[in-house]
């Protein structure tokens, strides 16, 4: 016999969050964007906040579109009316009501489908939403995704039905423990969908990934993966090179290589090529740099030359958009750190927006890119380490044909211990085998014992990065001096991060904490002292630009990490831009 629901059953079910935990949207499920025709679903989505998952416990996503004249049961929400945001946004931005807001979104937009039988298969790709996304279509759901800073995509295809169709996207911002990042930060939890969202249409046989990079040893080394496991040709074409590879395809995957001379990519000419692919029907482009970053004892070698890294930190993050970055931002922040004499970013502390990478490459600024691995992250938690994992391999194949990113960062500040070592070797490792043609690194810690630039990731890392603050949260430089002479690594050292807080427009003696004049002493010592030593190949002080953080109440700080070199407005220099400056420029000439 068919028993009636109980219609209060949703009351008593904590379990709820269990129906909505599988199929995961990772990595492997990503397609390369490469010049396809997308359909942007960037604009208005209708939008309520959700603070007790009503939505997930009450199942919203299967309430049928009626007027409320027609209901048959009450409702809690109506997805197709009220308020709507625009996409992409961060929530945070919105009203000042929900700046600290901490929990669920839905998101609900009509899609209209016109089916093209030389395309059957449509895909929704989201460039990035923070954290958790759980996606439904029609009231089924589809998947959901870890990770609040790579794209994820979704195979809609079967779900999908000709005319309009009910789309809607739960995105869910809670800080927790077992996540990456954990629920401690230094920097602000922005919610919601703030990256690009679009529909690909695409044959049934389609290229996933096609990876390029060029190396003295085996030239250009061409890479496919398609969305079949069949064995077939694929083609790619460097036309300024005269090439064209052919690539066998072995169960959906191939590799070719092809011995070249290209003109080869670096800060002072990047020199682009257009690279085609091409594999049945399915056809991608891509512009591409080829350069070989390297290592030799302590020296860091691009193209074969040594290179000292002139940079700069930067958060995504900016006082009316929050996490959202425009192209405009974006130029923004090379044209003030080419300013400032930087070859080098590092973008942390999670995958910056992809286009970064890909004006970087336009532009010739070398990056860091990293995962948000962050202080004390849940490091024996297999779960955690799964997330992590696949982060590192969606950033890896979102931005694997940029030149401009030599390092893959695997962590961030993390006290030593087994479960950091294991996890955090994992994450090296991985990253290793997925891109051998980059560096590996991470922001450690000093080791305080034996007051040395020293850990047990080192031997899995190319270039140990050290996050150290003489001057500022430790007094005096005698600290570093110290640290540098007693150090002898036998590997690259990057200073990934030093400086100091500085309230613009507040003066005072060099040595008043939060004086622009204490910042720029501090940032001059810093690399006068770090670059005399000839193991460093590099540093990046934090940070470019003050950046909203929840940790920061004084009255200097106001909210902010007032360690920009530029204040929050993007435009006010401080001293210590124009100290860095003056260093950068005597080490150019160097
Ligand atoms: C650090 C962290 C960075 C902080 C910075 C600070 O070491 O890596 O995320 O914002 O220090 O300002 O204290």
């Known amino acids: 016999m068919n028993m009636p629901q109980d219609p209060f059953h949703h009351l008593h079910d904590e379990a709820y969050l269990s129906a909505f935990d599988q199929p995961r949207l990772q990595a492997d499920t990503l397609l390369a964007l490469g010049g396809r025709p997308q359909q942007s679903l960037d604009g208005d989505w209708h939008f309520t ?13 299967t309430l049928a579109q009626a007027p409320a004249q027609a209901w048959t049961h009450p409702r809690d929400y109506d997805p197709y009316t009220g308020g709507t945001v625009a996409v992409p946004a961060n929530w945070s931005m919105l009203r000042p009501e929900t700046l600290h807001f901490e929990g669920g979104g839905w998101y609900t937009r009509i899609i209209d489908h016109v089916p093209d039988p030389d395309c059957p298969i449509t895909v929704l790709r989201v460039g990035a939403a923070n954290y958790q996304s759980r996606v439904f279509l029609n009231g089924h759901f589809m998947g959901t995704h870890l990770g609040g800073s790579t794209p994820f995509c979704v195979d809609l295809s079967e779900a999908l039905l000709p005319g309009p169709n009910r789309l809607q996207i739960q995105v869910d911002n809670r800080r927790e423990l077992d996540r990456v990042p954990m629920r401690h930060v230094d920097w602000f939890n922005h919610g919601g969908i703030y990256r690009e969202v679009c529909l690909l249409r695409l044959p049934s046989l389609h290229i996933r990934s096609a990876k390029v990079d060029w190396t003295p040893e085996r030239g250009l080394c061409v890479r496919i993966r398609l969305n079949q496991t069949l064995d077939t040709v694929a083609h790619c074409q460097v036309p300024a090179l005269g090439l064209r590879l052919e690539i066998p395809i072995h169960a959906g995957q191939g590799e070719a290589f092809a011995h070249c001379n290209p003109r080869m990519w670096c800060p002072d ?3 682009l090529y257009d690279v085609h692919f091409e594999c049945g029907q399915d056809r991608l482009e891509d512009r591409v740099g080829f350069r070989h970053i390297s290592v030799s004892g302590t020296q860091l070698l691009l193209n074969g030359e040594p290179i000292f890294l002139r940079g700069i930190c930067v958060h995504e993050d900016d006082v009316r958009l929050g996490k959202v970055s425009t192209e405009a931002d974006v130029r923004r922040r ?28 336009e532009v010739g600024i070398l990056l860091w890119e990293e995962i948000p691995v962050y202080w004390a992250i849940d490091f024996a938690n297999p779960r955690t380490l799964a997330d992590a994992l696949n982060q590192l391999h969606e950033l890896i194949e979102r931005d694997h044909n940029r030149a401009s990113v030599i390092f893959w960062g695997v962590g961030n500040e993390n006290a030593d211990s087994d479960a950091r070592l294991s996890f955090m070797r994992t994450l090296a490792q991985s990253a290793r085998q997925q891109d051998p ?27 140990i990065g050290i996050n150290e603050y003489f001057g500022w949260y430790e007094p005096g430089f005698e600290g570093l001096q110290r640290l540098l002479d007693q150090s002898n690594p036998d590997r690259p050292v990057l200073i990934t991060e030093t400086g100091a807080d500085a309230k613009a427009g507040h003066h005072g003696r060099d040595d008043e904490l939060f004086t622009e004049e204490c910042q720029a002493r501090i940032l001059s010592e810093q690399v006068r002292i770090s670059a005399s030593k000839p193991y460093v190949c590099g540093i990046a002080p934090w940070l470019l630009y003050d950046f909203r953080s929840e940790r920061r109440h004084t009255v200097f700080n106001g909210g902010f990490n007032r360690k920009g070199v530029i204040a929050e407005d993007k435009q006010t220099r401080k001293l210590g831009f124009f100290a860095l400056q003056k260093r950068y420029t005597i080490l150019r000439a160097r």
């Open 49 to 61: 906040l959700d603070l007790f998952d009503e939505g997930l416990r009450q199942k919203w996503y």
């Open 269 to 271: 000419d990047p020199h």
């Open 334 to 361: 090379f044209a003030d750190a080419r300013a400032m004499g930087c070859n080098f970013l590092r973008l942390s502390h999670y995958p910056h927006h992809e286009h970064v990478a890909r004006l970087a490459d």
């Open 437 to 463: 043609s980059r560096l590996i690194s991470a922001a450690c810690l000093i080791n305080r014992e034996h007051f040395r630039i020293e850990d047990r990731l080192a031997e899995h890392l190319d270039v």
